[in-house]
């Protein structure tokens, strides 16, 4: 089995910053793409930010230029670097990854339990 344990939500003022990150555990051979998405209240999970295992990224028109997706390959981890937040930022975030369990070349996609975010002053 593979958990994703994400951290660093919380409160913070329009304008503020904050740093989530996703750590990887379990049986683990290789990860794929590693990507955060968020689900505001009363709408759907939308994808944020996606990070490849060549490390190119992708990012929504929203965030682009504010937000930053990286990863620690050594670590199994992903981060998501927010500035110049908003309030329609608020949302939970939940990172996913794509990881191949052994030397078998099925994939799975899995879940973390997400982090709140909230900005609001």
């Known amino acids: 089995q593979v958990n994703l344990v994400e951290s660093g939500g919380g409160l913070v003022q329009p304008g503020g910053s904050l740093r989530l990150s996703c750590a990887a555990s379990g049986t683990i051979f290789s990860v794929g793409d590693m990507a955060w998405y968020r689900q505001a209240p009363g709408k759907e999970r939308d994808l944020v930010a996606t990070?490849?295992?060549?490390?190119?990224?992708a990012y929504v028109n929203s965030v682009r230029g504010r937000f930053t997706i990286s990863r620690d390959d050594a670590k199994n981890t992903v981060y998501l670097q927010m500035n110049s937040l908003k309030p329609e930022d608020t949302a939970v975030y939940y990172c996913?990854?794509?990881?191949?369990?052994?030397?078998?070349?099925?994939?799975?996609?899995?879940w973390g339990q997400g982090t709140q975010v909230t900005v609001s002053s």
């Open positions: 996913n990854a794509d990881v191949q369990r052994d030397i078998s070349p099925r994939r799975y996609r899995y």
């Open positions: 990070i490849y295992s060549d490390h190119s990224t």
